[in-house]
């Protein structure tokens, strides 16, 4: 579990049981300001980047994602859509 951004304000109380019940990593992730993410976008419309995707598998076919991702060895990213 990765926790972004939300260094303020209030937060409710998290039952540690929980992830220990399910062996969950929980890491605190450091992002950039709300400024570096608009010049960000700024630049990846301005040059029309995309990212480079693998292949994409059916929300249906997660499992399928998974196991194609540790096993071909994809070159990009491998996306399970949600719709």
Known sequence: MAFVGSLAGDWPPL???????????V?????????QFV???EVITAHQLR???D???P???AA???????????????VIEVR
Do not use: C, I, M
């Not at 039952?15 to 990593?25: C, E, K, P, Q």
């Not at 196991?67 to 491998?78: C, I, L, Q």
């Open 59 to 61: 929300f249906a076919q």
């Open 39 to 41: 010049k960000l976008n």
């Open 27 to 35: 890491r605190a992730l450091a992002v950039g300001s709300h400024a």
């Open 64 to 78: 399928e994602a998974f196991w194609h991702y540790e096993s071909a060895r994809p070159f990009g990213k491998v």
């Open 55 to 57: 292949r994409a598998f």
């Open 15 to 25: 039952d540690s049981r929980l992830l220990f019940g399910v062996a969950a990593t």
């Open 51 to 53: 990212p480079v995707s």
